[in-house]
């Protein structure tokens, strides 16, 4: 069973960077698509971003392309979102979820939720103006 725990969440300015991390076990971590979601209050769960199982193809929804940055670490069962200018509508509680496929056309590029399995507790994310 593969359990994923996200760290790195709080509260940070407007205009600031912030870096998660999620921490996955088990040993097929390297051939999972992993993504990262977030849900404001009041609104649905989101796509931010997804990476495939050798970080050659990533996947970024509009609202994050050119300030989020998700990378992965395979050697440390890791998979990181890197978040810079950082907005007030950003805030929410953030993600990270994989995928039994290797890369992310098995996964609907990360736009279908019902594709990531395993999904971890989430961290708290809080930008103020």
């Known amino acids: 069973q593969v359990q994923l725990v996200e760290s790195g969440g709080g509260l940070v300015q407007a205009g600031g960077s912030q870096r998660l991390s999620c921490a996955v076990s088990g040993r097929t971590f390297s051939s999972f698509v992993m993504g990262w979601f977030r849900q404001a209050p009041g609104k649905e769960r989101e796509f931010v971003a997804a990476i495939d199982w050798i970080a050659t193809s990533i996947e970024y929804a509009d609202s994050v392309k050119g300030r989020f940055t998700i990378s992965r670490d395979n050697a440390k069962n890791t998979v990181y979102l890197q978040m810079n200018s950082l907005k007030p509508e950003d805030t929410a509680v953030y993600y990270c979820?994989?995928?039994?496929?290797?890369?992310?056309?098995?996964?609907?590029?990360?736009?279908?939720?019902?594709?990531?399995?395993?999904w971890g507790q989430g961290t708290q994310v809080t930008v103020s103006s």
């Open positions: 979820a994989a995928c039994r496929s290797a890369l992310l056309g098995g996964c609907s590029y990360g736009r279908n939720m019902a594709a990531f399995s395993s």
